[in-house]
């Protein structure tokens, strides 16, 4: 009777174990948190440096414009960009230090720093402004960011993350709503007025294997009151985390033509 009645107390908790198991709930992987999908993106877009050759396509509904550039960043803030054609505009240059900018006009000889209400002002006559020229983490550091939804698309997860500024933060935009996607590629930017309302749009046409990692190849800035205007960048090349000498980033090599 003994065996018996322990037999069946041992039949009795592997019943409820298997119970157990059938009924506990599936884990399910926690998302990172905005910030951090945010910092991955644009860690991937910059690195602690890089160097890149980018062609630029400035569309109007009358005319097209196109040049190309050397861009290089290195840390969270600091670019030079230099344009190498056309002619015309070969050597203009711009210089990003922290929040201080400066701009090189070679027919002019002359270098200006341009004042912080300027920063949101059109770049080289293009649909990009001086805030945007080499991603500059200001969205990082200015905004509070919420994780506002996820979407299954292409066989990645994309974020959708919405940016605030932060009280007294120095910004323009009254909102920006970013799509990231799970590779740390930036798909889209949309950034809204002072009164929430819409007012132009970046989106990621192509992406490709750039540095050896997955890159934003073309990008596109549309402003949303103009239609059939939009600026194109497309990078041909672009290198990461490489050694850059102090020189490349100061005034003097500003006005390099080189």
Known sequence: MGARLSAMIAAARVAAGLAAAVAAPEVVLASPDADTILRRAYENYRSQSSESTVAMTIHRPAWERHLELKAWTRGQDDALVRFT????????????????TWVYNPRLN???????????????????????L????????????????????????????????????????????????????????????????PARRMTTGKVGLIGGRPYPVSM?????????????????????????PPWLFTLSNLQNPR
């Open 85 to 100: 054609a056309p002619p015309k505009d070969a050597g203009s240059a711009t210089l990003k230090l922290g929040r201080d």
């Open 110 to 132: 002359q270098v200006i720093k341009l004042p912080a209400s300027m920063m949101s002002q059109s770049w080289m006559g293009s649909d990009f402004s001086y805030d945007d």
């Open 134 to 197: 080499a991603k500059s983490t200001d969205i990082v550091t200015d905004y509070t960011h919420r994780l506002v939804g996820s979407a299954q698309a292409g066989g990645h997860t994309v974020w959708t993350i919405d940016a605030t500024p932060k009280p007294g933060a120095p910004v323009v935009w009254g909102k920006v709503s970013l799509s990231i996607r799970d590779d740390d590629v930036l798909l889209e930017e949309t950034y809204f007025d002072q009164d929430l309302k």
């Open 220 to 244: 596109t800035m549309s402003p949303l009151d103009q239609p059939g205007q939009w600026t194109r960048t497309d990078t041909a090349d672009a290198r990461f985390s490489a050694a850059l």
